[in-house]
């Protein structure tokens, strides 16, 4: 049966007996009740519904520069596009004397997914300054012409057996000099990877091996110069259903319960949504061999302050539900929605929407995508009751 437009599955009645109020038979009490049958009670009854939601993806700017592991590559869509790198070069008053005879980038790569993956870059100056707390989504403005090697070529091979590069003396000579602007380099991917696959190297946030200047002087003597910022920039090159940490972007769902019985007595709602295994991302190679994590995908399912994605308001709102699912795995999710449903119907909360966020947005790179069609398209689920009917005659 229809009840204003939704879906009942089932109905039970709430009212199986009525007992006397008194014990006494001759009391006014229970003679009204049961002798007199002056009031007639309709049960109420327990209902499914199935409400449909309009979901969209929407781009935040936030990305991560306190991972401690930097990648170049693809993975599930996910493209780490670049790695940014920063050093403080500041010679002594002995070594500013001296002349640079070799000059390499060292790049710590750990670990290569697969094992032989490997990827086409370029070393590009930088021509602005970055910090690791800033959120970069794209890369930053570049020389265009790329810092070549000691032969004069520009475009390297990364692989987790090459982990030094040669770079043009007179380039970092202008920068231990400061005959020549120093913000930092950008490791490019000269082409998309030709195939899917990571490259992770330390940042220095693992507090091991940074990514570092060697210098060689003429004399013999070197120096090294640490990163003093360093930061991944990856983009998400697909479409669908997303949601995403790192990159980042979340999804805003939009849905009508105006529909519900105004009498409606919410028992339990979900909000339910189906992943697609194939292009989940739960963690990469390098994190769990090097730091033992889990594919776990942790969401935050908020109310947003405001419906306008373009606000302040619509990136922060009151906490619906906090749990976490294997993105790895095509399976159905129920996010419990709690009081937020009645809330909504006794006008406590505006309908907003619901807001799904990765909750290590701003520490891991995941991915987690949905169905968007069939049965499997995302939906609100309400299990409700309705109150018994009382009719009184005359």
């Known amino acids: 049966m229809n009840i204003r437009g939704l879906t009942v599955l089932a109905g039970v009645g709430l009212f199986a007996a009525f007992f006397s109020c008194s014990s006494d038979p001759e009391g006014p009490v229970s003679q009204k009740f049961v002798d007199g049958g002056s009031l007639g009670i309709g049960g109420g009854g327990s209902f499914r519904a199935v409400i449909p939601v309009e979901a969209t993806t929407v781009r935040i700017?936030?990305?991560?520069?306190?991972?401690?592991?930097?990648?170049?590559?693809e993975l599930k869509g996910v493209r780490f596009q670049a790695v940014l790198l920063r050093f403080s070069p500041k010679l002594s008053r002995a070594d500013s004397l001296k002349t640079v005879a070799s000059a390499q980038l060292h790049l710590p790569v750990q670990v290569a997914s697969p094992a032989d993956f490997a990827v086409k870059v370029t070393f590009n100056e930088l021509l602005t300054d970055f910090k690791d707390a800033d959120s970069i989504t794209a890369v930053p403005q570049v020389n265009l012409t790329p810092v070549a090697d000691s032969l004069g070529r520009t475009v390297r091979d990364l692989t987790v057996e090459s982990l030094n590069f040669s770079l043009d003396t007179s380039v970092v000579a202008g920068w231990l000099t400061r005959g020549r602007p120093s913000h930092g380099v950008a490791v490019?991917?000269?082409?998309?990877?030709?195939?899917s696959g990571l490259i992770e190297m330390n940042a220095r946030e693992r507090g091991t091996d940074p990514p570092a200047l060697h210098v060689q002087f003429t004399?013999?003597?070197d120096t090294s110069?640490?990163?003093?910022?360093?930061?991944?920039v990856a983009l998400f090159t697909?479409?669908?259903?997303?949601?995403l940490g790192g990159v980042a972007q979340r999804i805003k769902f939009t849905f009508d319960l105006s529909t519900l019985?105004?009498?409606?007595?919410?028992?339990a709602s979900f909000l339910v949504v189906k992943t697609r295994g194939d292009q989940g991302l739960g963690a990469t190679t390098g994190e769990v061999l090097l730091f033992g994590l889990t594919?776990?995908?942790s969401y935050h399912l908020y109310a947003p302050i405001s419906p306008d994605t373009l606000s302040s308001g619509f990136l922060t709102g009151t906490g619906v539900d906090l749990a976490s699912f294997d993105p790895l795995t095509s399976a159905v999710v129920r996010m419990q929605l709690r009081g937020y449903t009645s809330d909504v119907l006794r006008g406590a909360r505006p309908n907003n929407g619901l807001v799904l966020e990765?909750?290590?947005?701003?520490?891991?790179?995941?991915k987690a995508s949905f169905a968007t069609g069939g049965e499997d398209a995302p939906h609100i689920e309400v299990f409700y009751t309705l109150p018994a009917d009382f009719k009184g005659k005359p």
């Open 358 to 366: 990765s909750d290590l947005e701003a520490s891991r790179l995941q």
């Open 61 to 73: 700017p936030r990305g991560i520069g306190t991972r401690p592991l930097l990648g170049l590559g």
């Open 219 to 221: 004399d013999g003597s």
């Open 225 to 232: 110069f640490a990163t003093v910022a360093d930061y991944t």
């Open 261 to 267: 019985p105004e009498r409606a007595m919410v028992n």
């Open 295 to 297: 594919q776990d995908f």
């Open 238 to 243: 697909e479409g669908g259903l997303s949601v």
């Open 188 to 195: 490019l991917l000269a082409a998309p990877p030709d195939t």
